[in-house]
């Protein structure tokens, strides 16, 4: 058998351990932020028919520069926003890994305020990109003032600023994306991917008059598209042509361009679903603080919630009643998911038992 170590593997990924939040075939599962509802159906019958057409000249590679999907996407974010100015991957974390690849790698440095979204810190580190992270306040929020000494003391090469936060749940003022601008040396990158569930305003506006700043979003949450893969971002053009640079060819397979393209003209019928979801986690977090529980505001499809002597055991517990939440490392704290109505129901009554036990 050969182990891991046998291999003449990188040094600095000796010792690491790959992403994974567990994929358990339980009941209720809350726990990787998905759009809890499935796509609608005049969507699926779009992608259906989307996805055979162009099954119809697989024999070919696909447009490489995914304009007719960049270009709804352009749309679909408004405020503008040109075809030039967005850029297209499978699932947002592909985009991050290219913006890491063309403005990190080795001697460059990217920043982060953790808790945060763990894939900046683990794909910083599979580019060789190094690491920096500062605690954000005890209540999970950050102030502009603070943020912009960190970075002028840390001089990184990429901010990383995620709205709203994940794990945490917390919004993010637009003044603390501003505050960085003004001094950050490098690319910053706002992370939007649970933009639609929030009532902090998007920074794309901010685009205009800096050509530094990134905007990441996903069709992962809101969108109900996780299984297709599909992130994007929007940036000056001259990012996107950064990125020209570093991407694989023909990334973005024929299938997933016209899936995501039919999806996008069902967006309105599939962000119906948002307001339900936010008044969900609204009770969500209502009725975890009515058990006496510490809850973390949130402006995500998400609540982080405890806080729990042994977290772990807690989550166990959780499991063995059928309903899968997230352990995010974080000592005393869970994540869970805002699930269906009834999900959110079932799980409060099996928390409930467990606390009680
Ligand atoms: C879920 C999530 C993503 C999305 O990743 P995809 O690769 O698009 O599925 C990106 N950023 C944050 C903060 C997330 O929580």
């Known amino acids: 058998m050969t182990r891991l170590d046998d291999l003449p593997l990188r040094d600095d990924l000796r010792g690491l351990t790959p992403y994974g939040a567990p994929q358990l075939d339980v009941a209720i599962r809350l726990n990787t932020n998905e759009n809890p509802y499935p796509p609608p159906a005049e969507l699926v019958a779009d992608v259906q028919a989307s996805v055979a057409k162009a099954a119809a000249s697989l024999n070919r590679y696909p447009d490489r520069e995914a304009t007719a999907?960049?270009?709804?996407?352009?749309?679909?974010?408004?405020?503008?926003?040109?075809?030039?100015?967005?850029?297209?991957?499978?699932?947002s974390n592909e985009i991050l890994q290219q913006l890491l690849m063309a403005f990190g790698g080795p001697g460059r440095s990217a920043l982060g305020f953790v808790p945060s979204y763990s894939m900046h810190h683990l794909i910083a580190r599979a580019t060789a990109t190094t690491w920096r992270s500062i605690h954000r306040a005890d209540d999970f929020s950050l102030e502009p003032d603070r943020a912009r000494a960190d970075v002028?003391?840390?001089?990184?090469?990429?901010?990383?600023?995620?709205?709203?936060?994940?794990?945490?749940?917390?919004a993010l003022d637009p003044a603390v994306v501003e505050a960085v601008l003004e001094v950050a040396p490098g690319m910053v990158v706002v992370d939007e991917a649970y933009a639609e569930f929030s009532h902090q305003p998007t920074v794309l506006p901010l685009l205009a008059e800096h050509p530094r700043l990134v905007v990441t979003r996903t069709m992962s949450k809101a969108f109900a598209f996780a299984g297709a893969?599909?992130?994007?971002?929007?940036?000056?053009?001259?990012?996107?042509?950064a990125l020209r640079l570093v991407r694989l060819p023909y990334h973005l397979s024929a299938l997933t361009q016209a899936a995501a393209e039919a999806a996008l003209r069902h967006a309105p019928a599939t962000l119906a679903q948002v307001a339900q979801l936010r008044s969900d986690r609204d009770m969500l977090v209502t009725e975890l603080r009515r058990r006496g529980l510490d809850v973390v505001d949130s402006d995500a499809n998400f609540v982080m919630f405890g806080r729990f002597d042994q977290a772990a055991d807690v989550w166990r517990g959780l499991l063995d009643e059928g309903v899968l939440v997230r352990d995010v490392g974080l000592p005393g704290w869970l994540r869970v998911s805002v699930g269906t109505t009834s999900e959110c129901t079932a799980f409060l009554d099996a928390l409930e038992r467990v606390l009680t036990r």
């Not at 270009?71 to 297209?88: E, R």
């Open 229 to 241: 893969r599909v992130g994007y971002l929007a940036a000056d053009p001259a990012v996107v042509d």
């Open 152 to 170: 002028v003391a840390t001089r990184p090469d990429i901010v990383f600023l995620c709205s709203p936060n994940n794990p945490t749940g917390t």
């Open 69 to 91: 999907l960049r270009t709804a996407l352009a749309d679909y974010l408004g405020h503008g926003l040109d075809v030039d100015q967005v850029w297209a991957a499978n699932g």
